[in-house]
Structures are given as structure tokens and as C-alpha cells.
């Protein structure tokens, strides 16, 4: 499913991008003002952030 792939690399982009910035999952939480349990959901594709 397309909707599915875009979300798995979208995640992808999203762990990319905070490991090259040297965060962890919960210094990006609290950065976003979300919970950390939200950006592992986002970087597994568990979690649609398109609506």
C-alpha cells in the first residue's frame, strides 16, 4: 500500500536525521513537545502523522 510506504520512509528520514544530529528519541520528544513513545511510533510507521 502507498500510504504505508510513505509513512515507513518517512520514519526512516526521521531516525536518519536525529542520529546524524546525535539525539536520542526522547531529546527530539521533548524538542517537539511530544510524548517519546510518539517519534519511535513515527520512525516504526506504527503512527500516521498524515492525518
Same mark, same amino acid.
Given at each position: 500500500?502507498?500510504?504505508? %510506504?510513505? =509513512?515507513?520512509?518517512?520514519?526512516?528520514?526521521? $531516525?536518519?536525521?536525529?542520529?546524524?544530529?546525535?539525539?536520542?528519541? %526522547?531529546? =527530539?520528544?521533548?524538542?517537539?513537545?511530544?510524548? $517519546?513513545?510518539?517519534?519511535?511510533?513515527?520512525?516504526?510507521?506504527?503512527?500516521?502523522?498524515?492525518?
Amino acid at each position: 500500500m502507498i500510504k504505508k %510506504e510513505i =509513512l515507513i520512509k518517512f520514519g526512516k528520514k526521521v $531516525r536518519d536525521e536525529r542520529v546524524k544530529l546525535g539525539l536520542s528519541q %526522547e531529546a =527530539l520528544a521533548a524538542r517537539a513537545g511530544v510524548h $517519546r513513545t510518539y517519534i519511535g511510533m513515527i520512525e516504526r510507521a506504527e503512527k500516521n502523522i498524515m492525518f
